[in-house]
């Protein structure tokens, strides 16, 4: 938390992630990589503090918080990973047209005013990716979705993908309250119905497996490290990465 709200995050000139802020244009990499750092640390630090600072354990939230912490931690490291610089820029402005696109369609349901045209905005960022060597057809290409996103951040790190692909689908399971995983993840007590003893139905109380928020919150904490490391290792001069 001390390092997201610091300037110790500066991107030196002549660093390689320095030259992906150029060649991304106004949508800078380094950008992008510090928003998905710091909204997952924003989530992480709230469940630190609902656990411990309150000591509360809800059944449901603190998933919601970690896979929120997952998706954009992974996100960082996603934009961050790759070794050559045109798929750094390919994967960050292929996100910053997809988020340019869900900012329209709330524009247009709202009927906010018409600032830059979507289109417009568009064709300069598919004209940036070329301008790098992206090449044309992933230039206009969509951003692949969280799965495939999680996936791979997690194939950067130790954990790799399946068991990161794994807790994501499991928080984001209990997020939207699908039963395979608020059956099939949280502790299960059965609570007799005392005003009517002989009834069939089966009422259940839910809670939270530390064991699960553990190893969720592990997994996260492990693509955050990965995330600064990369982070730095980019934005420094003369780094092994250029």
Same mark, same amino acid.
């Not at 001390?2 to 150029?22: I, M, N, P």
């Not at 997809?98 to 979507?118: H, I, S, T, Y």
């Not at 960022?125 to 070329?130: E, K, P, T, V």
């Given at each position: /938390?001390?390092?997201? %709200?610091?300037? *110790?995050?500066? =991107?030196?000139?002549?660093?390689?992630?320095? *030259? @992906?802020?150029?060649?991304?244009?106004?949508?800078?990499?380094?950008?992008?990589?510090?928003?998905?750092?710091?909204?997952?640390? +924003?989530?992480?630090?709230?469940?630190?503090?609902?656990?411990?600072?309150?000591?509360?354990?809800?059944?449901?939230?603190?998933? $919601?918080?970690?896979?929120?912490?997952?998706?954009?931690?992974?996100?960082?490291?996603?934009?961050?990973?790759?070794?050559?610089?045109? &798929?750094?820029?390919?994967?960050?402005?292929?996100?910053?047209?997809? &988020?340019?696109?869900?900012?329209?369609?709330?524009?247009? /349901?709202?009927?906010?005013? !018409?600032?830059?045209?979507?289109?417009?905005?568009?064709? %300069? /960022?598919?004209?940036?990716?070329?301008?790098?060597?992206?090449?044309? &057809? $992933?230039?206009?290409?969509?951003?692949?979705?969280?799965? #495939?996103?999680?996936?791979?951040?997690?194939?950067?790190?130790?954990?790799?993908? +399946?068991?990161? !692909? /794994?807790?994501?689908?499991?928080?984001?399971?209990?997020?939207?309250?699908?039963?395979?995983? *608020?059956?099939? =993840?949280?502790?299960?007590?059965?609570?007799?119905?005392? +005003? &009517?003893?002989?009834?069939?139905?089966?009422?259940?109380?839910? *809670?939270?497996?530390?064991?699960?928020?553990?190893?969720?919150?592990?997994?996260?904490?492990?693509?955050?490290?990965?995330?600064?490391?990369?982070? @730095?290792?980019? #934005?420094?001069?003369?780094?092994?990465?250029?």
């Amino acid at each position: /938390m001390a390092r997201t %709200e610091s300037k *110790s995050s500066e =991107v030196q000139a002549g660093s390689s992630l320095a *030259s @992906d802020d150029a060649a991304t244009a106004r949508w800078h990499l380094s950008h992008a990589a510090l928003s998905g750092l710091s909204h997952g640390i +924003d989530h992480l630090h709230c469940f630190r503090n609902l656990v411990l600072g309150a000591r509360v354990l809800h059944p449901y939230a603190p998933f $919601s918080l970690l896979r929120s912490a997952v998706e954009n931690l992974a996100t960082a490291v996603w934009l961050l990973a790759p070794e050559e610089g045109v &798929d750094r820029v390919q994967r960050r402005l292929q996100l910053a047209r997809a &988020d340019a696109a869900r900012g329209e369609e709330v524009r247009q /349901m709202v009927g906010a005013p !018409v600032g830059r045209p979507l289109e417009t905005r568009l064709e %300069e /960022m598919a004209s940036a990716a070329i301008a790098a060597g992206v090449p044309r &057809d $992933s230039a206009y290409g969509k951003a692949p979705g969280f799965e #495939r996103i999680v996936r791979e951040a997690g194939e950067a790190t130790r954990l790799k993908g +399946d068991t990161l !692909v /794994m807790v994501w689908k499991t928080c984001s399971g209990i997020t939207h309250g699908q039963l395979w995983a *608020s059956f099939g =993840v949280l502790t299960r007590e059965m609570v007799p119905d005392l +005003d &009517d003893p002989e009834s069939e139905s089966v009422h259940l109380k839910l *809670s939270a497996p530390e064991s699960t928020l553990q190893l969720a919150t592990e997994c996260a904490v492990v693509v955050g490290k990965e995330a600064w490391r990369l982070f @730095d290792n980019r #934005r420094l001069k003369f780094t092994t990465h250029q």
